[in-house]
């Protein structure tokens, strides 16, 4: 099965720097890579995703890269604001066939120092 | 509206009891999903269920079973509690499998003692 790294597991960055969170993979058929935000005692939520055919995406503030040659990609966020003090998780999927759900790394806890 | 709803939202209970958790979703959606937080915040899928269709992470005990009494519903059922079983499970749903957003539901924190 699928198996995700991630790093670092803790993140702590100056207000208004940017903090970067890299993740690798094992499986090449994944094609799916979902960033996910968890605040302390809440669900975790989608803030950016990438799919295999895509190299690079943004939103705002956040960028995912993708190297599928390598099987990593990465989060990163610029200008960061004490609203993104929580723990990132990254993760990764197969479309289409099967269901394993999505295998996530093991979290990032990003401290932003005012 | 709340898109992925859970109940209860802490469950306490003894070793050997029987426990379930509800989660209902309504988004429309074809599949859903059960993840276990543990205590280190490490997020492990147990089950994926789409169309019928029941995907069982071999590592789940058996003690675990997911029911399903229709699309916008998928229950988890725990027989025989054990201290281990302590974690916050999380109901998440997809629009069908594979690469689609998944929204998860507030979570159950399940203290057993």
């Known amino acids: 099965g699928e198996n995700v790294e991630q790093h670092p597991s803790t993140l702590s960055v100056q207000e208004g720097d940017s903090a970067v969170i890299k993740c690798t993979y094992s499986?090449?058929?994944?094609?799916?890579f979902p960033w996910y935000k968890q605040e302390l005692g809440k669900r975790p939520q989608l803030i950016i995703d990438i799919r295999s055919n895509v190299g690079e995406k943004k939103d705002q503030r956040i960028a995912v890269t993708l190297n599928k040659t390598a099987k990593h990609f990465s989060l990163h966020i610029t200008e960061t604001q004490p609203e993104d003090s929580a723990v990132y998780f990254c993760?990764?999927?197969?479309?289409?066939?099967?269901?394993?759900?999505?295998?996530f790394g093991k979290g990032t806890h990003l401290i932003i120092q005012p | 509206d709340t898109a992925v709803s859970q109940t209860p939202k802490y469950l306490v209970t003894q070793m050997g009891n029987d426990k379930s958790i509800k989660c209902e979703q309504n988004?429309?959606?074809?599949?859903m999903y059960w993840y276990k937080q543990d205590s280190k915040k490490f997020l492990k899928i147990m089950f994926s269920y789409n169309n019928k269709e029941l995907i069982i992470n071999e590592t789940v005990p058996n003690r675990f079973s997911p029911k399903s009494p229709d699309k916008a519903h998928l229950n988890l059922h725990i027989n025989s509690l054990e201290l281990g079983d302590s974690a916050v499970y999380f109901c998440a749903s997809s629009q069908d499998l594979g690469a689609n957003e998944q929204y998860f539901g507030p979570g159950t924190r399940l203290t057993v003692t």
């Open positions: 499986d090449s058929a994944s094609n799916y």
């Open positions: 988004l429309g959606h074809d599949t």
């Open positions: 993760a990764a999927s197969l479309a289409g066939g099967g269901a394993d759900g999505l295998t």
